[in-house]
């Protein structure tokens, strides 16, 4: 059973960083598997849930235009655990956020989700 448990949220000033942290279980990030890719999305409040930044086993990150040059995703194999470094936060950013590891047509999996409060 895979479980993957976010960590590392809390309420920040604007300008301010966060690291969040998944912990995977029953699913190995590092193993080469065609087509998966691991991510970070958010939901702020009355919004849509939307991609943040993903990476893929390979190596390649895709981030969205809203958070480029101030968040970083990576991957600590020796952990299992992927991260996503959040700096220069601003109010925009607060939200729930999901990590999520995929493959299209086999698994998606999401975790709980850790809640980030960017205040002004």
């Known amino acids: 059973q895979v479980q993957l448990v976010e960590s590392g949220g809390g309420l920040v000033q604007a300008g301010g960083s966060l690291r969040l942290s998944c912990a995977a279980s029953g699913i190995i990030f590092s193993i080469n598997v065609p087509g998966k890719v691991m991510a970070w999305y958010r939901q702020a409040p009355g919004k849509e849930r939307e991609l943040v930044a993903d990476l893929t086993v390979s190596g390649s990150t895709n981030y969205a235009e809203a958070v480029k040059g101030r968040f970083i995703i990576s991957r600590d194999n020796a952990k299992n655990t992927l991260h996503l470094q959040m700096n220069g936060l601003k109010v925009e950013d607060t939200g729930v956020y999901y990590c999520?590891?995929?493959?299209?047509?086999?698994?998606?999996?999401w975790g709980q989700g850790t809640q980030v409060t960017v205040s002004s």
């Open positions: 999520n590891v995929r493959k299209a047509a086999h698994y998606d999996y």
